[in-house]
Every structure is written in C-alpha cells, then in structure tokens.
C-alpha cells in the first residue's frame, strides 16, 4: 500500500498530542532526502536539528486552538512526507525566519520543497513556512490528503512539477 497506510497509520502515536520528532515517521524517501538536508547545512556552516516531524490531527486541533497554526486540518506532517527544523545559531533555536532562507536552494538539491517557496519560487507566496520542508508539491496535496496518491520512493517533486507545467 504505503507508507502512510502501513507505517503511520498503525504506529501507536497516531493520535498523540505531543510533538514528535521521530525520523522513522518519514517516508523513506523523505526521511533521505532531510538527512541530506541537515548535511548540506552544516557543510554551509548552518547547524539544523529536528524540530518536528508527525503531526496527528489531535495536535493539529491543538495548534489551531492555540493560534500556532492557520490550519485546522492536518497537512503533510500526518503523512510523513513533511518536516520542521530547527537552526541553531551558538547552541541556541533561532525563531528568526528570515535566517532560514538558505533552505530554498538546498532543498532544490535534495527533492524537498521549502515552505518558504513552495517550490515555485517565481509566485508571489503570501505565507512563508520558514522552517518547514515537504517532498510534494502543494498542487499533489490534495490527492495526498484524499488517499488517492502517495509518493514513492524515488519521487522527485520537480520533475513532477515541471511534468505538469507548473514552475
């Protein structure tokens, strides 16, 4: 099936409130393409951790209720294909989003998209996610959600975009 049905889904957080920052609830090729990520970062001299990788819709409500989210239904985190970091400047998380603007052409190189972006660097983008990443495009995201597609292994979110015209 997938990913999401075989692994997610059945793990026993599925419905947990607490933030998790498990990389084992990545897709695997999520999962690469964010330790390449963090690499490519410290090369650059950028020290990224793992802030959060699944969200269940039960923290998702509590997010919403909270003000810490826009969105009321999960996204990507609940499908194990998204990720939150977190840059350490001197040991110390840096809330700073505009300091995360070097993920945009680093996730280029790995196959993530950057919220920052959203893989469409040429449209003007009102929400910026700055620490967030995700290996799909916004345009599959729906699909995504309605569990009528999911990506595999060997996906690359670019050439799906420019497949579709989309740029």
Not at 9 to 38: C, M
Request: with cysteine.
């Amino acid at each position: 099936m997938s990913f999401y049905a075989d692994v997610i889904k059945k793990d026993p957080r599925f419905n947990s409130t607490a933030i998790i920052k498990d990389i084992s609830l990545l897709e695997p090729g999520t999962r690469v393409a964010v330790a390449k990520l963090i690499v490519l970062a410290h090369e650059a001299g950028h020290e990224l951790i793992v802030g959060e990788t699944f969200r269940s819709q039960a923290r998702q409500g509590e997010c919403y209720r909270n003000g810490a989210t826009q969105l009321k239904k999960v996204g990507c985190h609940g499908y194990g294909v998204a990720v939150d970091l977190q840059l350490l400047i001197n040991g110390k998380f840096d809330p700073n989003g505009e300091h995360y603007t070097f993920l945009q052409q680093m996730c280029r190189k790995v196959g993530l998209i950057s919220g920052i972006d959203w893989g469409t660097p040429a449209e003007h983008h009102s929400f910026h996610d700055w620490d967030h990443v995700q290996r799909i495009p916004v345009f599959r995201q729906n699909a995504l959600f309605a569990g009528t597609w999911y990506p595999d292994v060997n996906y690359d979110p670019y050439a799906d975009q420019t497949s579709h015209n989309i740029k």
